[in-house]
């Protein structure tokens, strides 16, 4: 008997071309290097306009708190309206509040408004990114949680994750670059450069990216046109074709919330431990200008932050370029063993003094960051079926902003207070997510396993 064909016993399962995953990663690196770059000069700018380092942290919290409630928002719409829409979206509200946001602290910076209107301007222009900005993130992760196999998902979803990374590298390097002398722009200039970089990537994902608009309504069977090859035109929609016969619901699925049961543990620990990464993040500009001396000149302080940031950058992309692939790391390994690598990095960067100890200690905590992130990210994946990855994705981003509505200032002001206030929080937030995900997060195999054979 002739060996039947495989395309009819099982679809092949489907892959995203380079192209479009450099797509996918530009529209990510684009991001990430823009809001490190704009937190690699807002300690300095602060300082300039005279205002207390929590107010700066604060600024933020109301751009955190859109991003809570409309992250989920847009990737429920990115089910029916499509990812690239959603992409093109997020895009925009990025090069929006990049360019307000850089033409307000001109503002304040040359004298035209005070800094109390200037801050509040500030804060208001970044809310545009996160009430906008955050439609790309959960467009970019479904579409590639998506069309990921289970076994494969935890490192394409840590690829993606790793474009963040290599943004935050290039941000702070570029930062410096782009406190411009030229047009009074000063340190304003890395916002107003990261605006046009951000319309570029927009033009390209437009032009690049193939339309997923759904053309009907429904959830029904994909109707394929074959080519004259007898394969179907689209590898991905034979592939969606194949998961609608397989006995699941053809409707909507059911609205996922943040504590359902299949869910509940790894939220838990992204949000636990994303509020000690928010304090890490909102602490390390200022505590380079106090241990290196540079408050009175805070011009000066842009460079040796962004040398600590890019540092941290550098360690990311090792955990999500090198040890998740290279191990193969699943969800709750990455999870348990990046929390406690992050412990002690938060707990050098506490006690280190120059610059030398303090970029060393920062690339630890990032590097356990490094491993956590894509863990929890990958574990809120598997934990739910193919037709929630929109949803689980929303979920995602949303615990994400949570971690920065508030944490960012309290770690500041704890830090104002006494060094070690702060930073024994981050120690103990970190070893409570170690604890609760030994006990309460599901085992790698039970979640990377092929529980059925689409989902």
């Known amino acids: 008997m002739a060996d039947a064909d495989p395309t009819l016993v099982k679809p092949a399962q489907r892959s995203i071309s380079n192209g479009r995953m450099a797509l996918l990663f530009t529209v990510m690196l684009v991001t990430a290097a823009g809001n490190t770059a704009m937190q690699s000069v807002m300690p300095s700018i602060g300082t300039a306009l005279q205002v207390d380092d929590v107010w700066i942290s604060l600024a933020y919290s109301w751009s955190a708190l859109l991003w809570v409630v409309c992250a989920p928002i847009w990737a429920r719409r990115s089910d029916r309206r499509g990812r690239k829409a959603m992409m093109a979206l997020g895009l925009v509200g990025f090069v929006v509040s990049m360019a307000l946001c850089g033409a307000v602290l001109w503002a304040g910076l040359s004298g035209w408004i005070t800094a109390f209107w200037a801050l509040i301007a500030f804060a208001a222009a970044r809310s545009l990114y996160g009430g906008f900005g955050s439609a790309a993130p959960p467009a970019v992760q479904a579409y590639v949680a998506s069309r990921t196999p289970r076994a494969e998902r935890t490192n394409a979803l840590s690829l993606i994750a790793s474009s963040f990374g290599l943004g935050t590298v290039i941000g702070p390097a570029l930062a410096p670059l782009m406190v411009l002398p030229f047009m009074g722009l000063g340190l304003t200039g890395p916002f107003i450069c990261f605006a046009l970089l951000g319309l570029a990537a927009l033009v390209v994902l437009r032009l690049r990216l193939p339309n997923d608009e759904p053309q009907f309504a429904a959830r029904g069977l994909a109707a394929t046109y074959s080519s004259g090859s007898g394969a179907p035109s689209d590898p991905g929609e034979a592939f969606d074709a194949a998961e609608e016969t397989t006995g699941k619901d053809h409707g909507e699925p059911a609205r996922l919330r943040w504590f359902e049961p299949r869910l509940r543990a790894w939220v838990l620990a992204g949000l636990i431990g994303g509020h000690a990464q928010a304090m890490v993040l909102g602490i390390s500009g200022f505590l380079v200008l106090d241990r290196l001396s540079l408050r009175d000149s805070p011009a000066e302080g842009a460079g040796p932050v ?150």
């Open 306 to 455: 962004g040398l600590v940031l890019m540092s941290g950058a550098i360690a990311t992309l090792l955990a999500q370029w090198g040890l998740i692939p290279r191990f193969n790391l699943g969800p709750r390994t990455a999870t348990i063993s990046g929390i406690l690598v992050a412990a002690f990095g938060c707990a050098m960067l506490g006690a280190a003094q120059d610059l030398h100890t303090i970029a060393l200690s920062y690339a630890f905590a990032s590097l356990g960051f490094g491993l956590f992130r894509p863990g929890t990210t990958a574990g809120t994946s598997l934990a739910v079926s193919r037709a929630e990855q929109g949803q689980a994705s929303g979920i995602v981003a949303s615990v994400a902003g949570a971690s920065f509505i508030y944490a960012p200032a309290l770690g500041v002001w704890l830090y104002n207070i006494d060094d070690w206030l702060g930073f024994g929080l981050i120690v103990a937030l970190c070893l409570t997510v170690a604890i609760f995900g030994w006990r309460g997060l599901a085992s790698d195999a039970s979640l990377t396993g092929e529980r059925e054979t689409f989902e």
